[in-house]
């Protein structure tokens, strides 16, 4: 089955403390993207990658990181997560940005609450 | 920046009624619409979509019109049921593409009552 997966689906952390989300997709997919979706604000980007070793930042990267080094897989890591960064994440996927209207394929979503 | 803007939920149904769910864009460039529907505890799944003027996107009952002189993507059904209850979000994606983004508004909380 297509899809798109994401761990953990529920985190509970402390200020401070490393934590990465993991995704993967099995779609054989060039483009990858996270996510954060806020109540009143919709979803907006924070990383996205066009393919292996190739990443740049969205519209909300601060505090985030994220690698590329598979294809199948790009992880979102909070070096030193901070209450603010409490929201609930989505890893999308898609065959190419190419200007085209492909679709995004996106994860089940992972709720992150930092205390 | 492009942006999109939907009407404010929640919106209350009774089952069988007529749904509209308002959406208007700005845009410099040539976008592809979208409208994407997250059911209760689940990620986004597309619903359907529209990628010049004039096109019309349908999918499960569900339409909406690429209208470029009003800049909007209403999404209507005729009849909505029960298990349409979810969050609906309109969505751009501008060529050229700023990087595959996807813009979103921020997103209309339907609830149908039987």
């Known amino acids: 089955e297509a899809q798109v997966t994401q761990n953990p689906r529920y985190l509970i952390t402390v200020t401070g403390k490393k934590l990465t989300v993991t995704c993967s997709q099995n779609m054989n997919h060039e483009y990858m993207s996270w996510y954060r979706q806020d109540p009143g604000l919709g979803l907006r980007q924070i990383y996205y990658s066009m393919n292996v070793e190739v990443t740049d930042k969205g519209d909300v990267p601060e505090g985030y990181k994220v690698s590329r080094k598979e294809k199948r897989n790009f992880p979102l890591i909070l070096e030193s997560p901070s209450p603010n960064q409490t929201s609930l994440y989505f890893c999308?996927?898609?065959?190419?940005?190419?200007?085209?209207?492909?679709?995004?394929?996106f994860g089940p979503g992972t709720r992150l609450t930092v205390t | 920046g492009d942006s999109v803007t939907q009407m404010e939920g929640p919106v209350t149904l009774s089952e069988e009624a007529f749904l509209t769910i308002n959406c208007t864009y700005t845009a410099t460039g040539y976008p592809s619409l979208f409208w994407y529907v997250q059911y209760p505890g689940e990620g986004l799944q597309l619903l359907l979509k529209a990628t010049k003027a004039d096109d019309k996107g349908s999918n499960k009952g569900f339409e909406a019109t690429y209208r470029k002189e009003t800049t909007s993507f209403h999404l209507e059904k005729g009849s909505v049921q029960v298990s349409d209850s979810a969050v609906y979000f309109c969505a751009l994606s501008s060529f050229p593409n700023q990087g595959g983004k996807l813009i979103f508004g921020q997103g209309t909380e339907l609830s149908v009552k039987p």
């Open positions: 999308a996927s898609s065959l190419s940005t190419g200007g085209g209207p492909y679709e995004q394929y």
